[in-house]
């Protein structure tokens, strides 16, 4: 019974450590930044703390994600990625973030589509975009070129 626990012991430890170095190969996704380090967690808080009436999805970075990408925006670089509070709800909300890779910087922009929006509708002329962390117009552009990455976006 030992000789098991301690296999499955070993086997935990080594998938912890892939999990690390998985993270850092870039295989980040927006859902687990904030439990991965604490200046990502402390970059967010200054964005988010001012903001009013925000999900707490949003609030805490929880939820449905994709793997995040590295982008360039104006020489520097970025750690970019979308988050939706479940895959079902992603249609009609979501959120586009991007860290900056010093995790000084952090930026997003949450889009609403009404709910019962036909599918002869497109959601872009229906959407609503509310930008976090005071975006200047090349990062609100790279925000929403993310956001038209998605096929379903039209």
């Known amino acids: 019974?030992?000789?098991l626990f301690k296999t499955l012991a070993a086997a935990l430890l080594l998938g912890g450590s892939a999990m690390a170095m998985a993270a850092n190969d870039g295989q980040m996704r927006v859902n687990g930044l904030l439990t991965t380090d604490?200046?990502?967690r402390e970059t967010w808080q200054h964005v988010v703390k001012k903001e009013e009436r925000l999900p707490e999805w949003v609030m805490n970075l929880s939820g449905d994600a994709e793997q995040m990408t590295a982008?360039?925006?104006?020489?520097?670089k970025y750690l970019v990625g979308p988050l939706c509070q479940t895959q079902p709800t992603c249609q009609n909300e979501r959120l586009i973030v991007a860290f900056s890779f010093d995790k000084e910087d952090a930026y997003a922009m949450l889009v609403e589509v009404p709910a019962g929006l036909p599918a002869d509708k497109s959601p872009t002329r229906h959407a609503n975009y509310r930008f976090l962390g005071k975006p200047d117009q090349g990062?609100?552009?790279?925000?929403?070129?993310q956001l038209k990455k998605d096929p379903n976006w039209y």
């Open 38 to 40: 604490p200046q990502y």
């Open 71 to 76: 982008v360039e925006e104006n020489g520097h």
């Open 1 to 3: 019974m030992s000789v």
């Open 139 to 145: 990062m609100q552009g790279l925000l929403m070129e």
